[in-house]
């Protein structure tokens, strides 16, 4: 099993530019995370899903969007980028009944410019 | 609102030297909590959790109810240690209940 996969793995983009983060998991997992990680602010949840074509907004969802159009995969999107969206983004899934251990992907590092 | 706190960003100690990483916990209820950990170039794994009250690569976590901490402890580091630490907690009741993390502290060993 791969686990949870990202792409891409690095990405620069211009302000005002759009563009779409993948995840995938192939453990069959109900529940799937988007984190951004910064320095000296921890792991910041994006928004959540509780299962397919369902999605919640976390504690910083502005100036994303995501859809959860498979199981499987956990699309998020930028809509028009900024710097300040300069971060590592994470993806995590787990099952329902394992809410606590959450398998993260690699992160995509992101730059804004 | 749960909110972890993890009042040090960075500590540093030479190989040997005792670890202890601090966690303190706001929540009105029984939460579960857990360390997470991210090792250089790594993805954040689970480390342990504390209703298993396991030791995991010799370090241990207890849960303090009264002073509502969940400290990480490591009698002796080593320079595979080094890395980020996240406390974490989660309501054990609810319906999508989520971890809420700590900011982290980056652990780092020195020879």
């Known amino acids: 099993n791969a686990g949870v996969t990202q792409t891409p793995k690095f990405r620069v983009l211009k302000t005002g530019q759009s563009m779409t983060l993948l995840c995938a998991q192939d453990m069959n997992h109900e529940y799937m995370y988007w984190y951004r990680q910064d320095p000296g602010m921890g792991l910041r949840l994006i928004h959540y899903s509780v299962g397919e074509g369902t999605t919640a907004k976390g504690e910083v969802p502005d100036g994303y969007n995501v859809s959860r159009l498979k199981k499987q995969n956990f699309l998020l999107g930028l809509e028009s980028a900024a710097p300040s969206q300069t971060s590592v983004y994470f993806c995590?899934?787990?099952?329902?009944?394992?809410?606590?251990?959450?398998?993260f992907g690699p992160g995509t590092r992101l730059l804004v410019l | 609102a749960q909110r972890v706190t993890q009042p040090e960003k960075l500590l540093s100690v030479f190989k040997g030297a005792p670890v202890e990483l601090k966690c303190n916990y706001s929540y009105s209820g029984s939460p579960e909590l857990f360390w997470y950990v991210q090792y250089s170039r790594q993805r954040l794994q689970l480390l342990l959790r504390h209703i298993s009250r396991e030791s995991i690569k010799g370090f241990t976590a207890d849960l303090n109810k009264g002073e509502t901490s969940f400290h990480l402890k490591k009698p002796f580091a080593q320079e595979e240690d080094s890395a980020m630490y996240y406390c974490a907690l989660i309501r054990p009741t609810g319906a999508n209940s989520k971890l809420t993390f700590g900011k982290g502290i980056t652990l780092s060993v020195r020879p």
């Open positions: 995590a899934s787990s099952s329902p009944t394992g809410q606590e251990t959450q398998y």
